[in-house]
């Protein structure tokens, strides 16, 4: 089955630091665009961060820009965002998705993972 697996949430104080592993399994990432959403209680699903199959990046929220960064390590088939100077307001179940192209669409990804929880909190 093709899958994409996110590992490395957890609970972090504001001003901390994780990284978000997104492992591909039964397909090869490097045709593949990964983008990083976010779902916090009571919103819809956030498009945050993207990198395209040739390695591109985008950030799609303001609020991330200048500490989030999303890289791809094709040889290992994982993507990673690194999240910087968290803030409370982070916290939510972050998900990343696979399509053919970057997108801050939910409906334009194929293979999404079952998420990973990041809390900020002190």
């Known amino acids: 089955q093709l899958q994409v697996v996110e590992s490395g949430g957890g609970l972090v104080q504001p001003g901390g630091s994780l990284r978000l592993s997104c492992a591909a399994s039964?397909?090869?990432?490097?045709?593949?665009?990964i983008g990083w959403f976010r779902q916090a209680p009571g919103k819809e699903r956030e498009g945050v961060s993207c990198i395209s199959s040739s390695g591109v990046r985008i950030n799609f929220a303001d609020s991330v820009k200048g500490r989030f960064t999303v890289s791809r390590d094709n040889a290992k088939n994982t993507v990673y965002l690194q999240m910087n100077s968290l803030k409370p307001e982070d916290t939510a179940i972050y998900y990343c998705?696979?399509?053919?192209?970057?997108?801050?669409?939910?409906?334009?990804?194929?293979?999404w993972g079952q998420g990973t929880q990041v809390t900020v909190s002190s």
């Open positions: 998705a696979a399509a053919q192209g970057c997108s801050r669409y939910v409906w334009n990804f194929d293979y």
């Open positions: 039964g397909f090869t990432l490097d045709y593949y665009a």
